[in-house]
């Protein structure tokens, strides 16, 4: 019978030998995600013993991380901004990229409007969501997604991060005009499918193997999520609002020619860690 240390260590090894970046974190999920711990715990019972069950979980796991699965799958959770998230193979894996977006939404509205409603669309698993409304307390959100699975997953992200008294999470496609009803917002937060088509099948296994297609992509430019959303949903800004996409590399100047033909006042762009221009602003007056 090994401690929970000893399998900790020959998990770490396994990952380190066949070239798995993060190996030592994700030998603390495999074992952790295992034995029903969260990491904390596991790293305080380092040196009790595990039991036989656990030791053929942790090998499963550990082969399914070596065949490609992503390590947020297989542990069913991730951190985004900071948070714990939920996370399944009914919605992407959340990206430092996108922590652009949360940072650039903070900075348009603090000082300006602190308590601003906000509509998320292709919310996901909600990680923008939760992100802003736990940065900005006075906020209130409405997250839209096509997917009820998806959604579902937003809904267990928002209670678990007991944010529910400020989120209402909904199903809508937003490719079509909007339900009735909804009101106006102040911003309109989106990160949404935007790999074209044909580059879907040149992406890393570890993505287009395992994360969902239909989240992934954007018709066959990557823009047709922009357009839509543009054309049937600015209607619900209010005078002064604004509206803020998360964008592939390359993207930006096209969605910010879209944003200023549509009628928006004036754009800008937020830089990503690399350099890119990540995050593409409208602002409607």
């Known amino acids: 019978m090994k401690t929970y240390n000893e399998l900790y260590l020959s998990t770490r090894n396994i990952l380190r030998q066949r070239g798995i970046e993060g190996y030592s974190l ?13 990491v904390s715990e596991l790293m305080r019972d380092l040196n009790l013993y595990t039991s036989g069950d656990i030791e053929l979980l942790v090998d499963d796991y550990t082969a399914r991380r070596l065949r490609g699965e992503p390590i947020a799958y297989i542990s069913g959770s991730w951190e985004f901004y900071g948070l714990p998230m939920i ?30 409603r906000i509509l998320d669309l292709c919310t996901g698993s909600g990680c923008l969501t939760c992100a ?15 997917s009820t699975s998806a959604l579902e997953i937003c809904r267990k992200n ?5 944010l529910n008294s400020r989120v209402i999470c909904m199903q809508a496609d937003a490719l079509s005009a909007p339900p009735m009803g909804l009101g106006e917002f102040d911003m309109i937060v989106c990160n949404p499918p935007y790999i074209p088509t044909v580059e879907i099948f040149a992406l890393d296994s570890s993505v287009k193997d395992f994360e969902p297609i239909w989240a992934l992509d954007g018709g066959k430019d990557g823009l047709k999520f922009y357009r839509a ?3 049937y949903w600015k209607v619900l800004l209010k005078e002064e609002g604004s509206i803020l996409f998360e964008v592939g590399e390359g993207q930006a100047e096209s969605v910010k020619e879209m944003l200023l033909s549509a009628g928006f006042a004036s754009t800008d762009t937020r830089l990503d860690s690399l350099g890119f221009e990540r995050v593409v602003i409208g602002f409607m007056k």
């Open 158 to 162: 928002v209670a678990l991060n007991r």
């Open 229 to 231: 959303i543009i054309k």
């Open 132 to 146: 802003i409304a736990h940065e900005m307390p006075a906020t209130r959100f409405l997250a839209i997604d096509v």
């Open 87 to 116: 996370i399944t193979p009914d919605v992407l894996i959340p990206r430092m990229d996108s922590e652009v977006l949360v940072n650039a939404a903070k900075e348009v509205l603090t000082g300006r409007k602190m308590d601003a």
């Open 26 to 38: 994700e030998a603390k999920l495999i074992v952790s995600k295992a034995a029903k711990k969260t």
